[in-house]
C-alpha cells in the first residue's frame, strides 16, 4: 500500500503512545545522534517522498539536496503462530477491532498481545534499513527520516504497523471473517458467543468506518445537505 508524502512537521516527537514507542525504537537504531538528528531534520523538512508499504518492509525517496536515494527498511513479520494469535486477541474482545478501524492502537490490547507472546511494537534491533546512498553504516540518516515517517504514519495508521509485522488491514479483516464462519470453533475466542458477538462488532464497525468516509467525501464536496446518519 502506497502512502503520500506527509506534510512537514516542527518535531519528529510528540504523538500517540504507540507512534512515540516506535520513535523511540528508531533512537536505538540510530549509531549517532548526528545521524538522529539529520534524520529528523530530513523528515521534517518533506524531504521524503510517498511510502510504499509490504509485509515486512517499506520503501521510499528521500531527496537531500540535488540528489535522490532510494531507501529500504526493514520489520520481521510475525511468524503464523503469532499472526493467528494477534488475530484471535482481536477477537477475544469486544471492541477492538473497532477501535483499529477508528486509528486507535489500546494500551490494554497491546498488552493482551505481549501476554500471548507476540511483540507488535517493535525495537531498535529489529529495524534494519538499506540506502543507495554511500554511507558505511545503516540505518544512514536517510534510512532514519523514513522511519521517522513511518512512525508518523503509524500514529495516524495502526494498521501500518500491522502490515509491516504481516497482517495488513484487508488480510485483518478477512481472518476476523473466516473465524465467524467456523461455528463450534470455540477455541480461538473462548467460546461460540465471543465469536458471534466478533461478528457483530466487525460489521458495526466496518460501517461507522464508511459512514464516516462517506461523510467526509460529502463535506468535501460541498454537499453536507446531502448527509443522512
Do not use: N
Amino acid at each position: 500500500m502506497s502512502h503520500p508524502r506527509l506534510a512537514p512537521r516542527r518535531s519528529a516527537t510528540g504523538g500517540t503512545w504507540w507512534s512515540k514507542a516506535v520513535l523511540r525504537a528508531v533512537e536505538e537504531a540510530a549509531f549517532s545522534q548526528t545521524d538522529l538528528k539529520r534524520g529528523r531534520a530530513l523528515a521534517r523538512a518533506g524531504a521524503v517522498g510517498s511510502i510504499s508499504v509490504t509485509e515486512g518492509s517499506a520503501v521510499a525517496a528521500v531527496h537531500e539536496r540535488d540528489d535522490t536515494f532510494t531507501v529500504t527498511v526493514t520489520v520481521p513479520v510475525l511468524d503464523d503462530v503469532g499472526a493467528a494469535t494477534f488475530v484471535e486477541v482481536v477477537a477475544a474482545e469486544s471492541g477492538r477491532i473497532g477501535a483499529l478501524l477508528a486509528g486507535q492502537l489500546p494500551h490494554p490490547f497491546v498488552e493482551a498481545i505481549e501476554e500471548a507472546g507476540v511483540e507488535l511494537l517493535p525495537y531498535g534491533g529489529e529495524l534494519g534499513a538499506a540506502c543507495t546512498c554511500d554511507a558505511w553504516l545503516d540505518p544512514c540518516p536517510h534510512a532514519l527520516a523514513v522511519l521517522t515517517q513511518v512512525a508518523w504514519l503509524i500514529q495516524a495508521e495502526p494498521f501500518v504497523l500491522t502490515h509491516l509485522r504481516g497482517l495488513s488491514r484487508e488480510v485483518v479483516l478477512q481472518r476476523l471473517h473466516d473465524m465467524t464462519l467456523r461455528p463450534g470453533d470455540g477455541a480461538a475466542t473462548g467460546s461460540d458467543e465471543a465469536l458471534g458477538r466478533t461478528d457483530d462488532d466487525l460489521a458495526v464497525a466496518v460501517d461507522a468506518a464508511d459512514r464516516a468516509a462517506r461523510a467526509v467525501e460529502l463535506f468535501e464536496q460541498g454537499r453536507a445537505d446531502d448527509l443522512t446518519l
